[in-house]
């Protein structure tokens, strides 16, 4: 089983910043993708931004430009910089990560962070 386990959500400002993170442990042989998700009340889970090996990332349209996701990959840990927050951006934050173990290949997620951003 693999934990993930985020910090880094609260309660700030519109144009404010925040910083998400979000260490896996666990018997994992590797980690073929790490992001983040998030999810508004009475809205679906939506991916923000995933980064893969080989280095490719993805944001979500509405983020490119103020979120950078970054990975520290010996340290298992992905980290979500968010600037420029805005209202809409409120939502639950669910760290994501696809994680090889000795059972194979499997998804998992973290608990959830909330960030809240007031106008």
């Known amino acids: 089983q693999v934990h993930l386990v985020e910090s880094g959500g609260g309660l700030v400002q519109a144009g404010g910043s925040l910083r998400l993170s979000c260490a896996a442990s666990g018997r994992i042989f590797s980690i073929s993708a790490m992001g983040w998700y998030r999810q508004a009340p009475g809205k679906q889970r939506e991916r923000v931004a995933i980064?893969?090996?080989?280095?490719?990332?993805n944001y979500a349209d509405s983020v490119k430009g103020r979120f950078t996701i970054s990975r520290d990959n010996a340290k298992n840990t992905v980290y979500l910089q968010m600037n420029s927050l805005k209202p809409e951006d409120t939502a639950v934050y669910y760290c994501?990560?696809?994680?090889?173990?000795?059972?194979?290949?499997?998804?998992?997620w973290g608990q959830g962070t909330q960030v809240t951003v007031s106008s």
């Open positions: 980064n893969t090996n080989g280095g490719s990332t």
């Open positions: 994501y990560c696809n994680a090889l173990m000795v059972t194979g290949s499997n998804d998992y």
